[in-house]
C-alpha cells in the first residue's frame, strides 16, 4: 500500500494533471448550444484554460465528421492544428454543406525531454468537446 501511494505522488510531481478547456465557443456561441454553422464562413473556436490546473502546453483544435450508415456512425477527423493561445480559426472551405460535425479541444501539458533530459516524456491530456451540429449551405 505505501508503495501504490509513493508511486502515485511520483507519477503526480512528474506529470501533473491538466483540466479540460471551459467556456468553449464555435462562431461565439457556447458549443453546448450549438446545433448549426454556415459551411460558407471560416471555423472560428475559442475557450478558457481551466482555472486552477497546470498551465496547458498547447491547445489541440480537432474538427470532426460524423456519418451514419445504417447502424454504424463514423467518426472523421478533417482537420486539426495546435496553438498555445486560446483561439483558433481555420480557412473556409472545411465545412461541407449538409454534413454533421463537432470540434474537441484538446489541452495538452507536455514533459519532454529537451525540458528535463534524464526523464521519460510523459503528456496529461484533457478534452471539451462541442454539441453535434450540422453545416448548412
Do not use: K
Not at 456561441?29 to 496547458?56: D, E, G, I, K, M
Not at 496553438?83 to 519532454?112: C, I, M
Amino acid at each position: 500500500r505505501g508503495f501504490v501511494r509513493a508511486l502515485d505522488a511520483l507519477i503526480a510531481a512528474v506529470a501533473p494533471g491538466v483540466h479540460s478547456p471551459i467556456n468553449v465557443t464555435v462562431q461565439g456561441v457556447s458549443a453546448a448550444a450549438l446545433t448549426t454553422l454556415s459551411a460558407s464562413s471560416p471555423l472560428t473556436v475559442s475557450w478558457n484554460p481551466s482555472p486552477n490546473a497546470p498551465t496547458a502546453t498547447n491547445f489541440e483544435v480537432e474538427l470532426v465528421r460524423l456519418t451514419h450508415d445504417g447502424s454504424t456512425t463514423t467518426r472523421t477527423t478533417v482537420a486539426s492544428a495546435t496553438t498555445p493561445g486560446t483561439s483558433f480559426t481555420s480557412p473556409v472551405g472545411l465545412l461541407t454543406a449538409n454534413t454533421v460535425y463537432f470540434v474537441r479541444v484538446n489541452a495538452r501539458v507536455s514533459s519532454s525531454p529537451e525540458n528535463a533530459p534524464n526523464s521519460m516524456a510523459l503528456d496529461s491530456l484533457a478534452s471539451a468537446l462541442t454539441n453535434a451540429f450540422l453545416a448548412t449551405p
